[in-house]
């Protein structure tokens, strides 16, 4: 299967009230990041982009002009949102958090927050300049639980998917013990597993908008992802809460709480 030209680059923060809905979406942090919906290409940009497509194509989340395309608009990200999530949250591990995007922003509401991304050894390597002695980088699970402690909440914002075994990815999260699991954006399917080649444009990739010297399209190979095989992974965990993700197309929302 072959998807169509996508920016999947999103974030979603959920309500920590209890009485607000568990996909509550802050419009000025998805408009700021560049959200396909709003990012309107002009009809012009749109026709030359289908008459004229860029030549170049990077494969893969390894790919080093990826990473540095994702690393500088990360850094020229400027975060001013509140994320309610993240209120009295000590310790997260982000599950494909690229250069560190949602701790520029949880940390305007939780400046004390300990941040934990696991990345592609690719991200990490070069992320690793962004590192604080609250934020680290990390491509083992293990090395984040470690540094971190006790998890009070992992956090996974469209990562999964990209990973090679997605259902032994989620258990190695679960071996961690986080107290509170937040999965947004899993392409979830109703029957088996199926894989398929996504495309996107580089300079869609990374938070925000920021030319980039020539475009280029971005191949990378996604899951989708049996319902009952990701739900049944979650060894320990009960399931709170789940639903359409409406930021991306066919994709679920997931909420987990440690029982055991
Ligand atoms: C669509 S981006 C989402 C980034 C970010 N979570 C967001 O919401 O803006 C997918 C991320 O998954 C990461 N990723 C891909 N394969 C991975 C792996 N095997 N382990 C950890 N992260 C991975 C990519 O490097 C990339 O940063």
């Known amino acids: 299967m072959t998807?169509?030209?996508?920016?999947?680059?999103?974030?979603?923060?959920?309500?920590?009230?209890?009485?607000?809905t568990f996909l509550e979406v802050s419009d000025c942090i998805s408009k700021r990041l560049g959200q396909p919906s709003e990012l309107p290409m002009s009809l012009m940009r749109r026709l030359r982009r289908?008459?004229?497509?860029p030549h170049g194509v990077v494969e893969g989340y390894e790919n080093e002009e990826l990473v540095e395309t994702i690393l500088r608009k990360t850094i020229?990200?400027?975060?001013?949102?509140?994320?309610?999530?993240?209120?009295?949250?000590?310790?997260?591990l982000d599950f494909g958090g690229g250069a560190g995007i949602h701790y520029?922003?949880?940390?305007?509401?939780?400046?004390?927050?300990?941040?934990?991304?696991?990345?592609?050894?690719?991200?990490?390597?070069?992320?690793?300049?962004?590192?604080?002695n609250r934020l680290r980088f990390f491509s083992e699970i293990h090395d984040a639980a470690d540094w971190l402690g006790s998890i009070d909440l992992m956090h996974s914002n469209g990562a999964i998917q990209y990973v090679d075994?997605?259902?032994?990815?989620?258990?190695?999260?679960?071996?961690?013990?986080?107290a509170t699991m937040v999965w947004y954006r899993v392409p979830i399917s109703n029957g088996?597993?199926?894989?398929?080649t996504q495309k996107s444009f580089l300079s869609h990739n990374g938070p925000g908008k920021m030319a980039v010297e020539s475009d280029k399209v971005v191949k990378y190979t996604r899951c989708w992802i049996p319902q009952a095989s990701f739900v049944d992974a979650h060894q320990g965990y009960a399931l709170i809460e789940r639903g359409p993700d409406?930021?991306?197309?066919?994709?679920?929302?997931?909420?987990?709480?440690?029982?055991?």
């Open 76 to 92: 020229a990200f400027q975060a001013e949102e509140n994320w309610p999530l993240v209120a009295n949250v000590g310790s997260v």
């Open 3 to 20: 998807g169509g030209i996508a920016s999947h680059w999103l974030i979603y923060p959920r309500h920590a009230s209890e009485r607000c």
């Open 104 to 132: 520029k922003i949880a940390r305007q509401t939780s400046p004390d927050t300990r941040w934990a991304v696991v990345e592609t050894p690719a991200m990490v390597r070069r992320a690793s300049k962004l590192a604080t």
């Open 165 to 178: 075994d997605a259902i032994g990815t989620v258990k190695a999260l679960c071996a961690a013990r986080p």
């Open 50 to 53: 289908k008459l004229f497509p």
């Open 192 to 196: 088996s597993a199926k894989k398929e």
């Open 246 to 260: 409406p930021r991306e197309r066919g994709t679920q929302h997931f909420y987990f709480a440690q029982i055991e």
